[in-house]
């Protein structure tokens, strides 16, 4: 029923860019708290970015605030993460969750690999 995914992620160079996407389906986007989060080896699984279900309200985690933006598109059930001015430290796998009002939940997407590396 829910689905959630994302795309976008693969290897870039320190201070390149890249963009994630995340669509969502069976469940109404426009009313779903979306987020980004992202998980390295060795780590806990740590809060990127959220954004609310209009897109008024934004969250970052401190590590990445001035370099992140997360922004949605209603329309297209989207959900987006740009990443510039890449650290290797910003190496992980990114997921998506959604918090959709119905059906009540957290649900997660599987995972998309990003690589900073030289």
């Known amino acids: 029923q829910v689905q959630v995914v994302e795309s976008g992620g693969g290897l870039v160079q320190p201070g390149g860019s890249l963009r994630l996407s995340c669509v969502g389906s069976?469940?109404?986007?426009?009313?779903?708290?979306m987020s980004w989060h992202r998980q390295a080896p060795g780590k806990e699984r740590e809060l990127v970015a959220s954004?609310?279900?209009?897109?008024?309200?934004?969250n970052y985690a401190g590590s990445v605030k001035g370099r992140f933006t997360i922004s949605r598109d209603n329309a297209k059930n989207t959900v987006y993460l740009q990443m510039n001015n890449m650290k290797p430290e910003d190496t992980a796998v990114y997921y998506c969750?959604?918090?959709?009002?119905?059906?009540?939940?957290?649900?997660w997407g599987q995972g998309t690999q990003v690589t900073v590396s030289s």
């Open positions: 969750r959604a918090i959709p009002s119905f059906p009540y939940g957290a649900y």
């Open positions: 954004i609310s279900p209009s897109g008024g309200n934004t």
């Open positions: 069976g469940f109404t986007f426009s009313s779903a708290t």
